[in-house]
């Protein structure tokens, strides 16, 4: 008992180690460091968000980019709305730094706030 004749091996997992992130007892055919199945699915959730987060930054990236191809028209646009040219100039520069550096700062948020949230600021 407890020998597989075919094999030559042990029916049972030989190996017991703990999960990596919950200290949970596991039985293992490997001696290697493992997760159990429960925060495996929650790793692979955390991961999900995070890529959804980077292709709505890379949207947004992209969008700042067409945008900046409009910078000529919007700089005119805001001339002749009273800023002189310099100023405009600035206010749009501000503009596409500020909206970039907030896409690292999104996906960082996103694993406390979840996706939906983030979705709608993004957006923004």
């Known amino acids: 008992p407890g020998w597989d004749g075919r094999t030559h091996s042990p029916t049972r997992a ?3 180690i703990k999960c990596d992130a919950c200290d949970r007892v596991l039985a293992s055919s490997k001696p290697y ?7 495996q699915k929650a790793t692979a959730t955390r991961w999900h968000s995070r890529c959804v987060i ?3 930054g890379l949207w947004r990236a992209s969008t700042v980019g067409a945008l900046h191809a ?8 805001l001339v002749d ?3 002189s040219l310099l100023s405009a100039s600035a206010y749009l520069a501000v503009a596409s ?3 970039l550096l907030c896409l690292p700062i999104f ?3 996103s694993s406390r706030t979840g996706i939906r949230p983030m979705l ?3 957006s923004l």
């Open 120 to 122: 709608v600021a993004g």
């Open 81 to 83: 709305h009273g800023y």
């Open 14 to 16: 030989p190996f017991t």
């Open 33 to 39: 460091r493992a997760y159990c199945p429960g925060c």
């Open 97 to 99: 730094v500020l909206s």
């Open 54 to 56: 980077a292709l709505l």
């Open 70 to 77: 409009f910078s000529g028209v919007l700089n005119q646009l």
């Open 107 to 109: 996906s960082v948020v």
